[in-house]
């Protein structure tokens, strides 16, 4: 039985290929797409950090596709992922979207 929180990592991502498959192809560098995502997620997470938001509530996790590329995923909770949206859509609203 999983203890609570322990599957909403996964939630929606039904569609994304290979998630939850277990299957590991033999001759491809997880290791590497892994570590790229790594640092991407952690810069992410230190904005989210920075914008006032919870980890425990959002954060950006780091995989690695069926490929072996690096794939940052943004998984949490409802209320803080609305209130994400509305930062980012604020900001939009500023400068055009520009990054």
Do not use: H, I, K
């Not at 952690?42 to 938001?53: H, I, Q, Y």
């Not at 940052?72 to 520009?98: C, F, I």
Request: cysteine-free; overall charge negative; aromatic content about 4%.
């Amino acid at each position: 039985m999983a203890g609570a929180g322990e599957d909403w990592l996964s939630d929606g991502l039904d569609d994304v290929v290979g998630v939850e498959s277990g299957l590991w192809v033999s001759g491809v560098d997880y290791v590497a797409g892994w570590r790229v995502a790594r640092v991407a997620a952690e810069r992410l997470n230190r904005a989210l950090l920075g914008a006032g938001l919870e980890l425990s509530a959002v954060r950006a996790v780091a995989s690695t596709d069926v490929e072996g590329r690096g794939v940052v995923r943004l998984a949490g909770l409802p209320d803080a992922v609305e209130r994400l949206a509305g930062l980012l859509e604020s900001v939009a609203d500023g400068d055009g979207g520009a990054v």
